[in-house]
């Protein structure tokens, strides 16, 4: 991934946003531009002015998504790319102006949110024909919760078991609902309590999620957050009886909702946070922001995220994870969707945003440029001593020392058997021989027990040496009663000039 250059080698010192658009004012792409211009750093006299042609990306959203704090930021890095100028339409203009007075742009981030007029976003991007970020035709698909489902099943990915309930007079066979004290059958598939009724509009928010009698009953009623609050319990055990809802299984989480955000295919954030569904408190740190805690994603998670952002035609998309039995589910599907407060995000999400925008606008525009390698981001940080690098992470390979030690002895042999032994079993081929087998240690038993024997009358030293490590021998091979199992083995190793000098191990015994 390509990131974006320092401010001495070919980023704008000033970046930029245009706001508005009046009859009157002159194309955007153009290079005598009559805007209003609303300056994010002190604009340097002297700093170069951007080259003529630049690529326009349009903001087409509601104002408080446009100029939301996530917003701005990933904004104020794309803006640094040296031919990217980037133009937010007012939301005047976007909801009391014909789409033929929109603002042109050669690349729209648009998104549809509460109130927004999605209809006409499709119809501005069929008349100007700008490289879209986020497919606006699938963004009505994304507010049906039926259509979300449907569309994560055909590509594979896990979601839990669900039925829908349609209540439309044009489709009867679809509105089958027995509901019993601890559960509810909906067109013939059962769901025992807990579990989750939602509706199927994706911006209605009031999911409920009723409990088993053994558990107590009712329901726990969950909506967007108001306040410290996400969700509160009621004791109405009874399913709704007007609206579609779709009914699914209740997974078991750790008390905690994976978050995942998507910049195009191949990069996905994660951050986990409380689960409303526990006691509904919405946990905030000390400027009141929802606690996030961050979270590595497994290889099947990223799999998913991949197939999340391409199936919905979604550059940048949030949806939801639920890891539950060992498997992780996706329970919804958000849509455009920023990380609330991180600066390495913004960092990544503008660089990804703009070599995209770049690799696809630039050759059309006959625009030289290529993707910028560079040497390693090395992270700088400010601290109260001044910047300095930043610990990403420590990684250490450790091997703990507490072993079983091998129960092993070593001996020399020269008796003629032993000889014999290693010639039946080809032990000459190599040099060496390995008996495993029940009857190969049976044999080199049989030869210690009548070496033992052999040696009984002797009494100088080296033959008492040699018919104690023999009896031990004999001892070991004894052992348990019959040979079973990997736990003893006879190595021979053919030595034609003697003995070899002792290793240090040998020496230090």
């Not at 909506?223 to 699914?248: A, D, L, N």
């Not at 910028?372 to 703990?400: F, K, N, Q, W, Y």
């Not at 290693?422 to 021989?433: A, I, M, S």
């Amino acid at each position: 991934m390509s990131s974006l250059t320092t401010a001495g080698e070919g980023e704008s010192a000033a970046p930029r946003f245009f706001v508005g658009f009046r009859d009157d004012e002159t194309d955007f792409r153009g290079s005598n531009m009559k805007t209003d211009e609303i300056d994010f750093f002190e604009d340097d006299e002297e700093s170069e002015s951007p080259p003529e042609r630049q690529i326009v990306v349009g903001i087409c959203a509601m104002t408080k998504k446009s100029k939301s704090k996530p917003m701005t930021q990933i904004l104020e890095r794309l803006c640094k790319f040296d031919y990217i100028t980037v133009v937010i339409m007012g939301e005047d203009v976007i909801l009391n102006e014909p789409v033929a007075n929109w603002p042109p742009c050669d690349c729209l981030i648009s998104f549809h949110s509460k109130g927004f007029p999605l209809d006409k976003a499709v119809a501005y991007a069929k008349l100007r024909s700008p490289f879209l970020i986020n497919d606006l035709n699938m963004q009505y698909y994304i507010q049906d919760r039926r259509e979300v489902y449907r569309i994560l099943q055909e590509e594979g990915i896990d979601l839990p078991r669900y039925a829908v309930l349609n209540r439309d007079p044009d489709k009867p066979d679809e509105c089958n609902l027995v509901e019993g004290e601890d559960h509810v059958e909906v067109n013939g598939a059962v769901f025992p309590k807990p579990f989750v009724e939602k509706p199927v509009s994706a911006e209605d928010h009031n999911v409920y999620i009723y409990y088993p009698t053994s558990a107590g009953g009712g329901s726990q009623r969950l909506f967007r957050k108001i306040g410290s609050r996400s969700s509160v319990y009621s004791p109405e055990s009874s399913v709704r009886k007007t609206g579609s809802y779709i009914y699914e299984e209740f997974m078991p989480t750790d008390g905690t909702d994976v978050k995942v955000y998507t910049v195009g295919p191949d990069y996905a954030h994660a951050e986990a946070r409380k689960s409303p569904a526990l006691d509904g408190k919405v946990e905030r740190d000390s400027e009141g922001k929802e606690i996030r805690y961050p979270v590595m994603l497994t290889a099947m998670e990223k799999l998913v995220a991949r197939k999340v952002c391409v199936a919905f035609k979604q550059t940048v998309c949030g949806f939801d994870l639920l890891r539950a039995n060992g498997h992780s589910f996706v329970c919804d599907v958000n849509g455009f969707s920023f990380v609330k407060n991180s600066m390495k995000y913004y960092d990544d999400c503008a660089k990804i945003l703009g070599n995209i925008v770049m690799r696809e606008l630039a050759p059309q525009f006959q625009i030289p440029w290529s993707i910028p390698t560079e040497a390693e981001d090395i992270p700088i940080v400010p601290t109260t001593s001044g910047t300095m690098m930043e610990l990403r992470c420590v990684i250490a390979v450790i091997r703990h020392g507490d072993r079983t030690p091998k129960q092993k002895v070593k001996m020399e042999v020269k008796h003629p058997r032993f000889f014999e032994l290693f010639e039946k079993y080809d032990g000459y081929k190599t040099g060496k021989l390995k008996l495993k087998k029940p009857e190969q240690l049976q044999e080199v038993l049989d030869i210690a027990r009548l070496l033992v024997q052999e040696q009984g009358g002797h009494n100088d030293f080296e033959m008492e040496e040699r018919k104690s490590k023999l009896e031990q021998l004999k001892t070991v091979l004894e052992m348990y009663g019959h040979f079973s199992g990997i736990n003893r083995k006879v190595q021979l190793t053919y030595l034609p000039h003697g003995h070899p000098k002792p290793s240090s191990e040998d020496e230090g015994k």
